[in-house]
């Protein structure tokens, strides 16, 4: 709510000043504007296309991690799948084998999920080192801004580099439900001629094949999450900024539009519209506050529109 206040308070003060200053002095100021933004967003592009081969590197390191994470987990998993199936008792063919599928199914999740974690926070780190070449660019041009002596009540007195990740994680524990339980008439008939025979080693065999699918078609399922909300998120940083840049000579061009209408009309329009300005100033003063109403939020909404 108080940011919202204050880029409506901002809008206003810049229609005031438009309303007040020469013409000259605001269509100069708007140019010198323009020029700020596009060498910034020239840099922008800049370093989009250096972070791009940042990111490649970003994506061998990842590989590189799954496979350090799947030569260590090996073994273990293995062991803990084979206690567990010492444990199954050997029933019927079709069900020993869903059942070892399903222990085969929980050792895998067991070692997966602890390490899309800890490689989540490996992924973050990596991502603020990108993410902080964007945001001090872009505080550089705020900082250079302002000494332009514009105050940027409605932008963000910096960019934040430290908010992690944008997008939520897609990942989920594919678990190959038509291996596990197959549907297939001729496998079914064979495990139950094994299961008839207490032959319970090849579906043991099997078990042991499927966890090793398992952790591998997962663990790249965890690699390809992370980089995609690496770059998804650098894609929404790099948006924010942007937008960050055009509202910037948005505000000011539209202000002196308005400008120019009213004095086009006279100066009853002038004061009319001073008057105007003056009254969303007095209806926004309650925004500033850590509570609002939500009529008050209505009003705003409407303020903003006429604004």
Not at 137 to 155: P, Q, T
Not at 167 to 181: C, G, N
Not at 278 to 287: G, H, K, S, V
């Amino acid at each position: 709510m108080r940011r919202l206040s204050s880029q409506l308070l901002r809008v206003v003060k810049e229609e005031r000043d438009a309303l007040t200053r020469p013409f000259e002095e605001s269509e100069r100021r708007i140019g010198q504007l323009r020029e700020m933004v596009a060498h910034a967003e020239q840099c922008l592009n800049d370093l989009a296309h250096l972070l791009s081969g940042e990111q490649q590197r970003l994506s061998n390191t990842f590989a590189d991690r799954r496979h350090l994470f799947l030569k260590s987990v090996h073994e273990a998993a293995h062991r803990e799948l084979d206690e567990a199936l010492k444990s199954l008792p050997r029933t019927a063919g079709p069900r020993y084998r869903r059942s070892a599928m399903k222990a085969a199914q929980d050792v895998g999740r067991l070692h997966v999920m602890p390490w899309l974690e800890s490689e989540k926070g490996h992924a973050e780190e990596a991502y603020r080192r990108i993410a902080k070449r964007f945001a001090d660019l872009a505080n550089d041009f705020l900082s250079r801004v302002c000494g332009f002596g514009i105050e940027l009540a409605y932008l963000p007195k910096e960019v934040n580099a430290e908010q992690g990740f944008r997008t939520r994680s897609a990942f989920r524990f594919y678990e190959f439900i038509e291996v596990a339980m197959p549907a297939s008439p001729v496998r079914y008939v064979a495990d139950l001629v094994l299961g008839s025979i207490r032959a319970h080693v090849p579906l043991d065999a099997d078990a042991r094949e499927f966890l090793d699918r398992l952790l591998q078609t997962n663990s790249e399922r965890v690699r390809n999450d992370l980089e995609q909300r690496v770059t998804e998120s650098r894609r929404h940083l790099e948006a924010e900024i942007r937008s960050m840049l055009r509202e910037l000579n948005g505000v000011a061009e539209r202000a002196l539009t308005r400008a120019r209408s009213a004095h086009a009309t006279g100066s009853i329009a002038v004061k009319s519209s001073l008057k105007r300005l003056a009254d969303a100033e007095t209806e926004l003063a309650p925004l500033t506050g850590a509570h609002a109403s939500w009529s008050v939020l209505e009003r705003a909404r409407h303020l903003r529109e006429g604004c």
